[in-house]
């Protein structure tokens, strides 16, 4: 295999890392899951806004729990 390519995950032809389509069997590369070539960037950004979308539920969720009770 080239250097800087990787298998095709449909095909195992070589595609470049970040290609969208698969050069051999044009197979759309961005629906297939790559874990190995995930950034780290987008994933922890991911993971932030899913923390801070927890906690408002749990924000809003301990302010409703009093008006909720009494
Ligand atoms: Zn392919």
Request: proline residues 11%.
């Amino acid at each position: 295999m080239s250097p800087g390519r990787v298998p095709c995950p449909l095909c195992g032809g070589p595609v470049h890392p970040i290609a969208g389509r698969c050069r051999h069997c044009r197979g759309d590369l961005t629906r297939v899951a790559r874990p190995s070539m995930t950034p780290a960037s987008s994933t922890s950004r991911r993971g932030r806004a899913a923390l801070i979308a927890m906690a408002l539920l749990l924000a809003a969720a301990a302010l409703a729990a009093p008006i909720l009770a009494a």
